[in-house]
């Protein structure tokens, strides 16, 4: 089992940056790739970045290659998305979440979520 907390949002001008953190609990963080999704209102929830276990990949969806970098910490069960340049239409609720193997971007296959944590992102 493997609880997920975000924090980290709030609101920000656009251009400006913000700093996502999910805290896990367990034992055996180091096998579970990480993704961090989104969530506008009105829209689907869709991937935006993911690391492996180790760390040592990552992959990001088209629009945030560039301005956001993902990265964890295993020695203390956190994964982080340092989101910069920060754009309106990144506004949306943003989750991470865990599975055992290799890292995805498709969220049917991670079973363990956090709750959310909301971004702002003002004109």
């Known amino acids: 089992q493997v609880q997920l907390v975000e924090s980290g949002g709030g609101l920000v001008q656009a251009g400006g940056s913000l700093r996502l953190s999910c805290a896990a609990s367990g034992r055996t963080f180091s096998s579970y790739a990480v993704a961090w999704f989104r969530q506008a209102p009105g829209k689907e929830r869709e991937f935006v970045a993911v690391?492996?276990?180790?760390?040592?990949?990552?992959d990001y969806t088209d629009s945030v290659k560039g301005r956001f970098t993902i990265f964890r910490d295993n020695t203390k069960n956190t994964v982080a998305l340092q989101m910069n340049s920060l754009k309106p239409e990144d506004t949306a609720v943003y989750f991470c979440?865990?599975?055992?193997?290799?890292?995805?971007?498709?969220?049917?296959?991670?079973?363990?979520w956090g709750q959310g944590t909301q971004v702002t992102v003002s004109s």
């Open positions: 690391v492996s276990g180790s760390g040592l990949i990552t």
């Open positions: 979440a865990a599975k055992l193997g290799g890292p995805s971007g498709r969220s049917y296959e991670y079973v363990y």
